[in-house]
């Protein structure tokens, strides 16, 4: 939610946001993208591993943030992430 919560910021400060690649690798997360930042997706949202990041394009902005629990190595090695 961090994606709309920034276009939604910028749009109120007068800039016109414009989402050009929106990536996740849990489908859940690709279908939320793709809803909610309908009004500003000039380009695709898809479902990617890190493996396959070499392959997406190149970007100006990358917005990212850490992984949630069910991702992290760290939790899993804690027994966090059931």
């Known amino acids: 939610m961090a994606s709309l919560g920034l276009c939604r910021a910028l749009k ?6 414009r989402v050009t690649l ?3 690798p849990w489908e859940p997360a690709v279908a ?5 930042l309908a009004p500003y997706l000039i380009g695709p949202v898809l479902q990617c591993k890190a493996e396959d990041i070499e392959r997406l394009p190149s970007v ?23």
Request: glycine content about 8%; some cysteine; aromatic content about 6%.
């Open 12 to 17: 109120a400060l007068g800039y016109e946001p």
């Open 22 to 24: 929106a990536v996740d």
């Open 32 to 36: 939320s993208y793709a809803a909610n």
């Open 60 to 82: 100006d902005i990358q917005l990212s943030g850490p992984p949630c629990v069910r991702d992290s190595q760290l939790a899993k090695s804690r027994g966090l992430a059931d």
